[in-house]
């Protein structure tokens, strides 16, 4: 079985930071892409970015330049640094794993449960 635990959430200020980290862990043989979403009330969940098991990075127009993934690929951790956090930024984040469980079995995604991210002053 395949966790994804986030941790990192909570209340910043317009134009603070805050730092996002989602752990995998489990019966994981290897992890190929890792990534964060998020979901606004109201809203549909949308793309944040991407760290690919290459090292790129992939990220959605709304955050380029404030966002920055990144990845400990022994400790199968995502991380996602949130800078300039402003009021479209509100949200619960989610992890995301594409992953393989054995050496032949198909690729799959697996989800965290999601952190609050809240930005108010």
């Known amino acids: 079985q395949v966790q994804l635990v986030e941790s990192g959430g909570g209340l910043v200020q317009p134009g603070g930071s805050l730092r996002l980290s989602c752990a995998a862990s489990?019966?994981?043989?290897?992890?190929?892409?890792m990534g964060w979403y998020r979901q606004a009330p109201g809203k549909e969940r949308e793309y944040v970015a991407t760290?690919?098991?290459?090292?790129?990075?992939n990220y959605a127009d709304s955050v380029k330049g404030r966002f920055t993934i990144s990845r400990d690929n022994a400790k199968n951790t995502v991380y996602l640094q949130l800078n300039s956090l402003n009021p479209e930024d509100p949200a619960v984040y989610y992890c995301n794993a594409e992953l393989r469980i054995t050496m032949i079995s198909s690729i799959s995604n697996y989800w965290g449960q999601g952190t609050q991210v809240t930005v108010s002053s």
């Open positions: 489990g019966s994981i043989f290897r992890i190929n892409a």
């Open positions: 760290s690919t098991s290459g090292g790129s990075a």
